[in-house]
C-alpha cells in the first residue's frame, strides 16, 4: 500500500467517524432526554437532518428510541468499513452480512466510547468548573447522568465525593474488553477494521 493510498484511508476513517460520532450522538441525545435547545443540540440536529429526514419515513421511532438515527449511524458504519476495505484491496463481494454484524459491532464500541469520553470530560469539569453553565459542559452532564444516577444510589453517601464515576468506567470497561472484543473475534473481524473498535 502506497503512501497516498493510507493517506487516503485516514482521510476517509478520520471524515467519516467524525460524522458518524455526529450521527450517533444523535441518537445518545434523545436516548437520555437532553436539552434540544442547547446549541451544541442543535447543531447535531442540523447537521444529520439531511439524512435523517427520508429515513425517518421509512423507519419510525418506537418507544422514545429514534430507531432512524440509530440505522443511519449503521448504515454510515456499513459505508466506511466498505470504504476502508475497498481502499486496502479487499474483496467486499460476499461478506455483506458479516459486514453489517461488524457495523453494529462498531458503533456499539463507539456508543461505549461516548459515554467512556463524557465521564471523562465530567470528572474533569467537576474538578475545574464545577456547576458550570456552559453549554458543552451541561450536555456532558446529561449523557452522563442517566449512567451515574442508579450507581449512586446503590453506593453509600461519602460525604460529598463521587466515586459513581469509577465504577461506571470499570462497567464500560468490563463491558468493551468481554463483549465487544469477544464478538469481533467470534464474528471474524479484520484487523484491517481494527480502527472501529
Known sequence: MNGLNTAI????????????????????????????YNPLSQFVVKATQPLLKPLRRVIPGFGGLDLASLALAILVQLALMIGVLLLMGYGVGGYLMPLLVWSVIGVTSLFLKVFFFALIVSVILSWVAPGSYNPAAQLVNQICEPLLSPIRRVLPNLGGLDISPIFAFIALNLIDMLVINNLAAMSGMPRALSPFL
Open 9 to 36: 484511508i485516514y482521510l476517509v476513517q478520520t471524515l467519516g467517524s467524525l460524522y458518524l460520532l455526529i450521527v450517533l450522538l444523535r441518537f445518545i441525545l434523545q436516548l437520555v432526554h437532553a436539552d434540544f
